[in-house]
């Protein structure tokens, strides 16, 4: 049943032509990398995250402001798991997907090694929850000492063309590489981007049109349910690929909310085909369809446009005039602006 809608949904992809498919893999991965951070309890900014993939697919977004090292790193990672899908998985390059998650050598405060598999020297690995002296430990991984030999046989297992079917194989990878816990800090997130390039082998396609990550961050509560009950009982799998399954086609199901977003943004440039509108306009007006995080300003237009106030404003009174833009109702010196609503 996953499978048949899988095959839907690429299918249906297909037929929407080249722009289209890349503004849908745009805001895909987009909710990917801010989810997989999300689950985990870290924010990213969403301009950030959004401007970095876009000027690796090669899309004009205008971004406001330059991705910082950790958005970087993190969209490197996703990026290298999907569109170097069929590269095999070496520990090489999960040390590095690991180094790129933490470029300061840093978790919070915490000082870790990056880039090498966990030594334990502050003490077992344990996943725990709560707060300090109310601990409640949900996973003792195995030691330090097992980690590589256990690491090789995962990666092994993973690179071997076996008769599993790749769809089963991203849940049980996304299994096994937690259960091991090879790092002091991110797991979860290399788990996910691990899973991410086994469904992408699924569908011989780089494009992603759906997001595990941000139905997992929906679904949290009842992933680190599903993780715990396999990791403390008898390691029967089957119900965590019941869930994982379960999830997957939830995730697909919800790519037709990204899809309809995209479709309303083709819809909108159909319906002004004949209008003048320069390009700075139609920069800004795409970031407002995008669901640009903050107000708009005059001077956040001339930010973004790299104008002066004047022509900001002369373009923002024409988009007005055109019934494209309106008021909003607070005016005086800080007089922002909305997209007008469709009729």
């Known amino acids: 049943d996953v499978r048949h809608r899988q095959g839907r949904l690429i299918g249906y992809m297909e037929a929407l032509g080249f722009t289209l498919r890349q503004e849908a893999v745009l805001n895909t991965l987009t909710s990917d990398v801010l989810k997989s951070s999300d689950i985990e309890g870290e924010k990213l900014d969403a301009e ?3 401007s970095s993939i876009a000027r690796r697919l090669g899309l004009d977004i205008g971004a406001l402001k330059p991705a910082d090292r950790t958005v970087e790193g993190i969209v490197d990672m996703m990026l290298d798991a999907t569109r170097q899908y069929g590269q095999p998985l070496s ?3 999960v040390c590095a997907w690991h180094a790129s998650l933490f470029p300061t050598g840093r978790s919070g405060m915490t000082t870790m090694r990056t880039g090498g598999w966990r030594d334990d ?3 077992p690995m344990q996943v725990v929850s709560g707060p300090v002296g109310k601990e409640r430990v949900h996973y003792h991984a195995p030691p330090a000492s097992r980690v590589d030999g256990e690491m090789r046989a995962f ?3 993973f690179n071997a063309n076996a008769d599993m079917d ?3 194989k991203a849940g ?3 299994l096994w590489f937690v259960t091991i816990h090879p790092f002091d800090d991110g797991n979860g997130r290399i788990a996910r981007a691990i899973a991410d390039m086994s469904l992408a082998r699924s569908e011989h396609s780089s494009q992603r049109f759906y997001s595990m990550s941000a139905q997992i961050r929906q679904e949290r509560h009842a992933y680190y349910g599903a993780l715990e009950a396999t990791q403390k009982g008898t390691m029967n799998i089957t119900p965590w690929l019941e869930w994982f399954l379960g999830c997957l086609g939830r995730a697909i199901d919800g790519a037709h909310t990204t899809l309809a977003a995209v479709l309303a943004k083709a819809r909108f440039w159909d319906a002004i085909v004949g209008m003048a509108i320069n390009n700075r306009q139609r920069l800004v007006l795409n970031r407002l369809l ?3 995080a903050v107000k708009l300003t005059t001077s956040k237009y001339a930010k973004l446009t790299k104008c002066s106030q004047d022509t ?3 373009d923002i009174l024409l988009l007005i005039e055109r019934g494209l833009l309106v008021r909003n109702p607070k005016g005086g010196r800080s007089t922002s602006y909305a997209l007008a609503p469709r009729r």
Do not use: I, N, S
Request: net charge positive.
């Open 155 to 157: 990666l092994e297992w």
């Open 290 to 292: 995008d669901g640009f």
């Open 166 to 168: 790749p769809v089963l």
């Open 172 to 174: 049980l990878a996304h």
């Open 48 to 50: 950030q995250v959004r």
């Open 121 to 123: 020297r502050t003490g």
């Open 91 to 93: 520990a090489e390059r």
């Open 312 to 314: 900001a404003l002369r």
